[in-house]
């Protein structure tokens, strides 16, 4: 009866160190994915960072060039109101 419940308590053990060990192995297959994937997702996030400066760059021009117009639009009234009070 000894052998019997040893050898049923050898059969769990040697069940769960297979299954840990499948586990395990699935855990390492995924990490192993995850790392090939990095220099993929480093190249997605600089691809992301090169278009949000080209963006803000942008947006920095139509800044400008709006303040410019509106300054050039400014002085443009200014002068057809001086011409009108001092015709």
Do not use: W
């Amino acid at each position: 009866m000894k052998e019997v419940n040893e050898l049923a308590a050898f059969e769990k053990q040697d069940t769960a160190l297979h299954k840990t060990g499948e586990l395990y192995g699935l855990l390492i297959a995924d990490l192993a994915a995850r790392i090939a994937q990095c220099p993929e997702d480093s190249v997605q996030y600089s691809v992301l960072v090169d278009q949000q400066e080209q963006y803000q760059t942008q947006q920095r021009h139509l800044h400008q060039m709006n303040t410019q117009q509106l300054a050039q639009r400014s002085q443009q009234l200014a002068e057809q109101v001086k011409a009108r009070y001092t015709a």
